[in-house]
């Protein structure tokens, strides 16, 4: 044969190989970090659900809150809005989002709350100004569509947190972590270096490692792959969480997870709560949630961290996306602190 022909008809395969999941990192080009500028006291957050329908009697304690936190609040026309189980229809919630976006008052955009809809609106969402302009988005579950799409494309850091849904009615009867979740919110806001120690659980992989956190909820992850919104992983420290999932489909996700290359050159994994469904009789997996992730991290060196307070639970605290964070693992405690 031809040295030079078969030279030749090897180029394509080299194509291939060179976009291939665990070497998509080399040919991905990432933009430089945004950072939106942090809120004072008169500054105005706008409230939008890109996602499920929401009335304005059930924001109403966010909004009491955040008055009383001394910002202004501008509420969007979805809230209120129903088009079945979304805040409006499509164009509703895109033309929302994108008045928002727009308005070079606004600070920070409140999601109302999660649900599903956020991947119907997020190719057509013009974030042409975000750059310029950036803001605060606020939010998580669906809400992870937008971190994640804004953290591939733009690198405008953004919050995963509560929604409005999750105030509590009467602040007085509020427990004390309920309090602390929702105020940490407005001190992510204010641009407080956000530090967390959480207790140390005993499958966790020790070591100290610094980088861009990113994430979100596992399922709307799995979800992104091989889109415009999909993850960048390398080097960065990546936290997941999800709820109403059986063991066998958390499986699933973490083998997505490892067969698209996204755990192979993480600086460091966040396991946050995770709410599974009881396996149906006769029907049992056989893993637990601790030794589904070891089995897909085994070979990997990076810093291991289970039980960290984010999900869908009461202890849900608020995270910067985006940002540098150091992720601590010891024998006898965890930390996950925002590094500047």
Not at 192 to 213: D, R
Not at 292 to 319: C, S, T, W
Request: glycine residues 10%; hydrophobic residues 35%; contains cysteine.
């Amino acid at each position: 044969m031809n040295r030079k022909n078969f030279l030749s008809s090897l180029l394509p395969v080299a194509g291939i190989l060179s976009a291939s999941p665990e070497n998509s990192h080399l040919v991905i080009k990432e933009p430089a970090a945004i950072i939106p500028p942090y809120l004072q006291k008169g500054d105005v957050i706008g409230i939008t659900s890109p996602a499920g329908y929401i009335t304005k009697e059930a924001i109403q304690p966010a909004i009491d809150k955040l008055i009383e936190w001394g910002y202004q609040v501008i509420i969007g026309r979805t809230i209120g809005k129903r088009d079945f189980t979304f805040g409006g229809t499509d164009d509703d919630r895109r033309q929302d989002m994108e008045e928002l976006l727009a308005n070079k008052n606004i600070g920070a955009i409140l999601c109302a709350r999660g649900g599903y809809g956020s991947v119907r609106i997020i190719d057509q969402l013009d974030f042409s100004r975000i750059a310029a302009d950036p803001k605060w988005i606020v939010g998580f579950s669906d809400i992870t569509v937008i971190h994640n799409h804004l953290n591939r494309n733009y690198g405008v850091a953004s919050i995963h947190s509560k929604m409005c849904n999750s105030f509590p009615d009467d602040w007085a009867q509020a427990s004390a972590i309920q309090k602390e979740t929702i105020e940490s919110i407005r001190r992510c806001l204010e641009g407080e270096a956000m530090q967390y120690s959480f207790s140390p659980n005993n499958n966790n992989k020790k070591g100290v490692a610094t980088g861009t956190l990113i994430g979100g909820n596992l399922k709307t992850i799995e979800s992104l792959a091989g889109s415009k919104s999909d993850l960048v992983t390398k080097n960065k420290i990546l936290f997941v969480e999800d709820t109403g999932e059986y063991l066998y489909s958390i499986d699933r996700m973490f083998w997505n997870l490892e067969r698209t290359g996204k755990l192979q050159h993480l600086r460091g994994l966040v396991v946050g709560g995770f709410r599974v469904k009881k396996d149906d009789p006769g029907e049992e997996f056989g893993k637990t949630l601790e030794e589904i992730v070891l089995e897909k991290v085994a070979g990997y060196r990076y810093p291991v961290a289970f039980d960290f307070p984010v999900g869908h639970q009461v202890n849900n605290f608020a995270l910067k996306c985006g940002m540098s964070h150091q992720l601590r693992v010891t024998a006898d405690d965890c930390t996950l602190k925002e590094t500047r």
